[in-house]
Antibody, heavy 121, light 108 residues
Framework: QVQLQESGPGLVKPSETLSLTCAVSGYSISSGYYWGWIRQPPGKGLEWIGSIYHSGSTYYNPSLKSRVTISVDTSKNQFSLKLSSVTAADTAVYYCVGNGGGGGEGALDYWGQGTLVTVSS | DIQMTQSPSSLSASVGDRVTITCQASQDISNYLNWYQQKPGKAPKLLIY???NLETGVPSRFSGSGSGTDFTFTISSLQPEDIATYYC??????????FGGGTKVEIK
C-alpha cells in the first residue's frame, strides 16, 4: 500500500522559508511518473504548486515559480518543498501527491494526509 | 491558462437522489479531466480519470462523461457517505494542473 506522509514546521514567520518533506512508503519514488505538491487555503479550493518528474525535471505554478523549489532524495525515498518569502497568503494545508497508479498520466493517485502550515509572527 | 468552472458551488439533495455536477473548461481539453472527492478534514481521493474511467474500488454509482469543454459528474443514487466536496481537475497542459472551484454536496 502506497503511503505519503508530510512533515515540517506547522508555523512559519513572514518572509521566512517554508520547508516540507514527503516520505513515500510502499513505492519506489524512482518508479513514479511524477511527484508534487498541492495546497489548500482554509475553506478554499485546491492549487497546484509544482511537480518533479522521474527525469528530474521540475515544473512550477507560474504564480509561485520565483519562490518554489521541489527536490527529490531517492536514497531516502522522499521529496521536498521549499517556498521562500512567505506571507499570510501562503497559509494553507499542504498535500504531497504522486502519480504512478492506474489513473492515467494526469491523475493524482496518491495523496498525503496534508499538513497545515500557518504563516504568522 | 486553462480555467475550470464548476457548477453549482453547492447543492443539497436527498438520499437516493441523482446528483449532477458540471465542469466547463475555458478551452478544448479533450478528455484530460479527472474528478476527486474530498471529505471534511481529509485529502482528496481520485474517483474518475480521463473523464469517464472509474478508479479501482470506487462504487459504480459514480460516473463521469464529456469531452472538449463540457464535462459531467454524476452520483446516480446519493448516499450519506457521499457528503463531500467534489473537484474537477484538468491536465491538458501537463505538467500544469488546474482544479475547478469545487462543489459541496450536502444531504437535504
Amino acid at each position: 500500500q502506497v503511503q505519503l506522509q508530510e512533515s515540517g514546521p506547522g508555523l512559519v514567520k513572514p518572509s521566512e522559508t517554508l520547508s516540507l518533506t514527503c516520505a513515500v512508503s510502499g513505492y519506489s519514488i524512482s518508479s513514479g511518473y511524477y511527484w508534487g505538491w498541492i495546497r489548500q487555503p482554509p475553506g478554499k479550493g485546491l492549487e497546484w504548486i509544482g511537480s518533479i518528474y522521474h527525469s528530474g525535471s521540475t515544473y512550477y505554478n507560474p504564480s509561485l515559480k520565483s519562490r518554489v523549489t521541489i527536490s527529490v532524495d531517492t536514497s531516502k525515498n522522499q521529496f521536498s518543498l521549499k517556498l521562500s518569502s512567505v506571507t499570510a497568503a501562503d497559509t494553507a494545508v499542504y498535500y504531497c501527491v504522486g502519480n504512478g497508479g492506474g489513473g492515467g498520466e494526469g491523475a493524482l493517485d496518491y495523496w498525503g494526509q496534508g499538513t497545515l502550515v500557518t504563516v504568522s509572527s | 491558462d486553462i480555467q475550470m468552472t464548476q457548477s453549482p458551488s453547492s447543492l443539497s439533495a436527498s438520499v437516493g437522489d441523482r446528483v449532477t455536477i458540471t465542469c466547463q473548461a475555458s478551452q478544448d481539453i479533450s478528455n484530460y479531466l479527472n474528478w476527486y472527492q474530498q471529505k471534511p478534514g481529509k485529502a482528496p481521493k481520485l474517483l474518475i480519470y480521463d473523464a469517464s474511467n472509474l478508479e479501482t474500488g470506487v462504487p459504480s454509482r459514480f460516473s463521469g462523461s464529456g469531452s472538449g469543454t463540457d464535462f459531467t459528474f454524476t452520483i446516480s443514487s446519493l448516499q450519506p457517505e457521499d457528503i463531500a466536496t467534489y473537484y474537477c481537475q484538468q491536465y491538458d497542459n501537463l505538467p500544469r494542473l488546474t482544479f475547478g472551484g469545487g462543489t459541496k454536496v450536502e444531504i437535504k
